[in-house]
């Protein structure tokens, strides 16, 4: 133990000692706010108010469509509807809405047109429809001496209360809260192995083309080897994850206060009845959204799955590391990796979301390559623990067997140089 603890010591200094990887630790956070606040601030800011001429011969809708800062509408009745065009044509105006005069209002809603130099957004159409509509359908029944605002009055908004066949009450948005924290700790997983996967094979990679592999196995097995760089890479990959969520959310709160986002907070000091009565809400809210989710087990489920996939993974890299002699060669060997990994998202968007007890998901979550990902976006939405006990076994249970494989290959990959392997060659070093 104490020559793997040497090598793991060895790796994560060589990591966190580097120029690029301090860098990176911690002008991430930074990149990473600085892009979202210019994300947010382009979302802020609104496009040209748009003009819009409105063609109603009949002057039915003439008090319908109401301006605002996105668009600005002008009402003709008389005006040749050819000269609008022209006006369309011109760029005068950004759109043409042609309502046609007809003896029948049903008839209206058929032919008419919106007219412009670009295809206009859905959204936009839709509410010019919609206000169409809804208008025809009030003379509608005008016109058969139905009351619309007796109708208005007799509309009720149903808000149904959720419950469980055990008689607790139910939480409404519940699973939209689940399939967020189950899709995050799955990309977080998926990320987590892509990058520090790769960290692995290119230190492997390194070493064998400098020689130093040579000198490093003439005192150490390889298996140990092997383990204590993907140990000492996981610690400082941990180290870096650790700095991006403390300086992440340093980042958020300063860049919050300077939006003026407490300014809620501040008011809401100045009411203290306010504060109380909401201070109350949100707490009971909160406490019954923390009890219905489970934090601790989910936290814990996470632990177990990313641990078990991640090392599943990193000694995949670091066989190829060892059998490729650069990261060109490698190509050939991380498409088949990375497969599982797409296919446990794709199988998460496509399943889980919608069926997450089904037979397919159920099965992905099990299977090792797929479970790290699948499991932990079944897991919020409840799962019978004799599918996550049988999860976990097959997810350690393969990655012994991966690691014992993996080891084979490095064993004899580390010292073969100038020859691309083939996958053929690669079954072979497995038999040694």
Known sequence: ??????????????????????????????????????????????????????????????????SDKQTKFYYFKNEPLQALKDSVQSEFYDGLLYIPVEDDLNKVAEKVQYISNDSPNLDFVLDLEDIIAEKITKENYLKNGIDTKAIDSLKVNVSAKLSKSTGEDGLKGINEIKTFIGFGFGYLIMMFIIIYGNMVMRSVIEEKTNRIIEIIISSVKPFQLMMGKIIGTSFAGLLQFLVWVILGGVLYGVLGAMLGTTSTA??????????????????????????????????????????????????????IGAAVDNETDSQQFLLPIMLPLILGIYIGFATVINDPHGTIATVFSIVPLTSP???????????????????????????????????????????????KPTWGELLKWMKY
């Open 1 to 66: 133990m104490s020559v793997l603890s040497t090598i793991i010591q060895r790796e994560f200094l060589a990591k966190v000692k580097n120029k690029s990887f301090i860098v990176m630790t911690f002008l991430s956070p930074l990149l990473f706010v600085t892009i979202m606040g210019v994300v947010a601030f382009v979302a802020s800011i609104k496009g040209d108010q748009k003009q819009i001429a409105i063609h109603d011969a009949s002057g039915i809708f003439e008090k319908e469509f109401e």
């Open 373 to 419: 990902i699948v499991m932990l976006m079944r897991i919020p939405f409840g799962v019978p623990w004799w599918q996550i006990a049988l999860s976990i076994v097959l997810l350690y249970g393969f990655f012994i067997f991966v690691v014992w494989v993996a080891a084979k290959i490095y064993r004899v990959g580390i010292l073969m140089y100038g020859k």
């Open 266 to 319: 501040e008011q809401m000091m100045q009411q203290p009845e306010a504060l109380e009565a909401a201070s109350k809400f949100n707490f009971e809210i909160v406490k019954q959204y923390i009890d219905e989710l489970n934090i601790v087990s989910l936290v814990l489920y996470f632990l177990v799955y990313f641990i078990g996939g991640y090392f599943l993974y990193c000694s995949f890299y670091a066989a």
